[in-house]
């Protein structure tokens, strides 16, 4: 999505963006940010999209672009030293395309956020160990289309620079293999376990058999990135047969540099489900955490997905008290959310799990961990 440096008058992006509030800018008031200060927007052209500097909420007075507003509500200061994997979150509205860009160009691109379905949220989990150390002047900037379309554009965070400093190497070596699917030609119903195994594996997808949508899966990662699972729960498809493979990937989601490995190759299931209710199976799977060495200040969202949840709650690595925070359920006991504030817990290390029950608290039943052991790194 390349974009000549183009602007109308004399006003250059550099100076744009200093306009837009240099190096730090509010953000949007959501725990983990600056302020939530509401501005009247200075609305600028660039390339036929609009560039809008009150990147808040409706309530900016005058916004010419609502409903599309973004802010961004989690990131690392100006002048911060980042390592490991960083989590970044924008919040909004009609948010379509997030992107980590240079703070003065549209290329490289740092990496492409993930967005929810109703796009209002979209984050990134950013893995420094694959940009080099020494400064790095990023800014964020959300679209209100898909990449490549026309439309418009909001820097969601003003032009700052961090630190890159991560100690040694990281490993260069990438293998992926299934080691548990159903066979070719299988009947699947149900929640079936697929696994693979390997070595620097990031990321990994369970795809059609061509072609990258839509996604039918998303894997979980061990933190030494050696093991990636996914409970796929076949009801979420129609029955019928269904051609599909498991692709991963040596970098996180929409972060540059990524090699594929097709895990598994192409296989062909026959879904079967039938009319009948599905059954009262318990299934749970992390779908939104920051990674293991995650650097975090602030709030982050925390998502569970799976079938028949009660309850879900943070905790220690081993063992249940204290307790860091317990999830909201949905009323279909399908979706768990925590918004985890980091700045009521001191500085320093925690090692934690989510762990997911299917019965309320202090009643008999099962667990399912549903993001075994991560270390995070608490920064206020």
């Not at 949508?213 to 009801?235: E, I, Q």
């Not at 990937?249 to 097709?262: K, L």
């Not at 598994?264 to 026959?270: I, Q, S």
């Not at 799990?353 to 608290?361: D, G, H, L, T, V």
């Amino acid at each position: 999505m390349f974009r000549s440096l183009q602007v109308l008058s004399t006003i250059g992006l550099a100076t744009l963006l200093a306009a837009c509030g240099g190096g730090g800018g509010p953000d949007i008031d959501a725990g983990g940010g600056g302020g939530g200060t509401s501005l009247r927007p200075t609305v600028y052209t660039l390339e036929g999209r609009t560039l809008n500097s009150c990147s808040l909420d409706p309530v900016c007075s005058g916004n010419p672009l609502a409903p599309f507003f973004a802010g961004v509500s989690q990131a690392p200061a100006a002048g911060a030293t980042v390592s490991g994997v960083v989590r970044l979150e924008v919040r909004g509205n009609d948010l379509y395309n997030v992107e980590l860009l240079p703070a003065n160009s549209y290329l490289p691109r740092y990496g492409i956020f993930n967005i929810t379905g109703d796009r209002t949220l979209a984050w990134l989990d950013l893995d420094t160990t694959r940009l080099p150390n020494g400064p790095l002047n990023v800014r964020i900037s959300a679209f209100n289309s898909p990449a490549g379309q026309p439309g418009n554009e909001i820097v969601a965070m003003p032009a700052r620079t961090w630190t890159v400093s991560n100690s040694g190497t990281p490993s260069t070596t990438f293998a992926a293999a299934v080691t548990t699917a159903p066979a070719n030609g299988a009947t699947v119903t149900g929640t079936t376990r697929i696994e693979i195994t390997g070595s620097g594996i990031a990321n990994a997808e369970l795809l059609p058999a061509s072609g990258y949508t839509p996604r039918l899966g998303v894997f979980n990662v061990s933190a030494d990135r050696t093991r990636a699972w996914l409970d796929f729960d076949s009801r979420s498809v129609p029955d019928g047969a269904r051609g599909v493979r498991v692709a991963a990937y040596n970098v996180m989601a929409g972060q540059p540099g990524a090699s594929e490995i097709i895990a598994m190759p192409a296989r062909n299931w026959t879904i079967s489900n039938g009319s009948a209710p599905a059954p009262a199976t318990f299934t749970a799977n992390v779908t939104m955490a920051p990674g293991h060495g995650a650097v975090i200040a602030g709030t982050t969202r925390l998502e569970v997905r799976g079938t028949n949840i009660r309850n879900v709650e943070l905790l220690p690595a081993n063992g249940y008290l204290p307790r860091y925070g317990v999830f909201n359920v949905s009323a279909d006991r399908t979706f768990a959310w925590l918004d985890f504030n980091s700045s009521a817990l001191p500085n320093g290390l925690l090692d934690v799990r989510i762990s997911a029950f299917n019965s309320a608290p202090g009643e008999p039943g099962s667990e399912i961990i549903a993001m075994p052991a991560r270390q995070w790194d608490l920064r206020h």
